[in-house]
């Protein structure tokens, strides 16, 4: 199996969900795309998770970015788990979530490590941009639920990086100061591109307020 790195094109796949078929570059469209993977219905990390997401459609639509969860179960299973979703966490579940029933995304992402499980997906993400090229991935082990909030920042980061000269430092947020990329030397168009100016605090750092605030 190929492993997936950082820059490749997403696996594109056509597959079952709790919404319809999916045909996920069809589906993805010209938005950004989170993947992100669940080692099985009605267990009570995912719940909290998938809750967690749901609260959040509101940031990930400002950001132009479609949710995708996978499960191996199957939809009728996913049916009546949303319905404990949404019961238990108080939100509204409206992203699909995939029925992984034969392992097909899960094979063609990796999600199913077997020193884990041989059955159940890990807790993988993959952060997808409107080119269909994978811009993050993370992995966290079944016990451990992830941190959306984080998965956010990093959107904001590339999103913020992808049209700007810029890179964002360590525990970055939106409206935080970021890094001038070493490549960019030429003083007429520093002074174009950082009209509020810089601080070098060495000539390989040099920091300056975010550009799109």
Known sequence: ??????????????????????????????????????????????????????????????????????????????????GDINETQGCSVLFPIIADADRKVATLYDMIHPNASTTATVRSVFIIDPAKKIRLTFTYPASTGRNFDEILRVIDSLQLTDNYSVATPVNWK??????????????????????????????????TPQPNK
Not at 9 to 31: M, T, Y
Not at 179 to 206: H, N, S, T
Request: hydrophobic residues 40%; contains cysteine.
């Open 174 to 207: 939106d409206g935080d100061d970021v890094i001038i990329v070493p490549a960019l030397q030429d003083p007429e168009e520093l002074k174009r591109k950082f009209p509020k100016g810089y601080k070098a605090v060495k000539p390989y750092l040099r920091v």
């Open 1 to 82: 199996m190929a492993t997936l790195r950082l820059g490749d094109i997403a696996p594109d796949f056509e597959q079952d969900s709790s919404q319809g078929v999916i045909r996920f570059h069809d589906w993805l469209g010209d938005s950004w795309g989170v993947l992100f993977s669940h080692p099985a219905d009605f267990t009570p990390v995912c719940t909290t998770e998938l809750g967690y997401t749901a609260k959040l459609a509101e940031e990930f639509a400002k950001r132009n970015v479609k949710v995708l969860a996978v499960s191996v179960d199957p939809v009728d299973s996913h049916q009546k788990w949303i």
